[in-house]
């Protein structure tokens, strides 16, 4: 098993398309006091075969009116534009909105 760590989940995303990787959300575990980094199990054919970590340090902050009017994400690495160009889905809750 190995450990692979980035700084937005969409890198993540990204490793494991490259990879064919799924992955789910294991746990936040906390860093320095008030951080909380996000565990996630790295998933081939069905089995366990890594993890990755989130460190929400690098997490960076969406303008105001463009999080996610169903549950208010506003982390950029969260709210992903679709191939359209004009909404975004949140990673969050999985709601498409147009941002203001």
């Known amino acids: 098993m190995f450990e692979?760590?980035?700084?937005?989940?969409?890198?993540?995303?990204?490793y494991c398309r490259g990879?064919?990787?799924d992955f789910?959300?294991?746990?936040?575990?906390p860093?320095?006091?008030?951080?909380?980094?996000?565990r996630y199990r790295l998933i081939k054919d069905g089995l366990v075969v890594?993890?990755?970590?989130?460190?929400p340090r690098s997490d960076y902050?969406?303008?105001?009116?463009?999080?996610?009017?169903?549950?208010?994400e506003n982390r950029m690495d969260w709210l992903t534009w679709d191939s359209d160009g004009k909404t975004v889905t949140c990673g969050g809750c999985d709601t498409v909105y147009t941002p203001d």
């Open 4 to 14: 692979v760590t980035f700084g937005t989940r969409q890198e993540m995303a990204g």
């Open 19 to 21: 990879k064919n990787l």
């Open 24 to 29: 789910e959300q294991d746990r936040p575990m």
């Open 31 to 38: 860093v320095e006091g008030e951080y909380l980094y996000t």
């Open 50 to 55: 890594g993890q990755a970590v989130i460190d």
């Open 61 to 72: 902050l969406v303008a105001e009116g463009a999080a996610c009017p169903a549950c208010g």
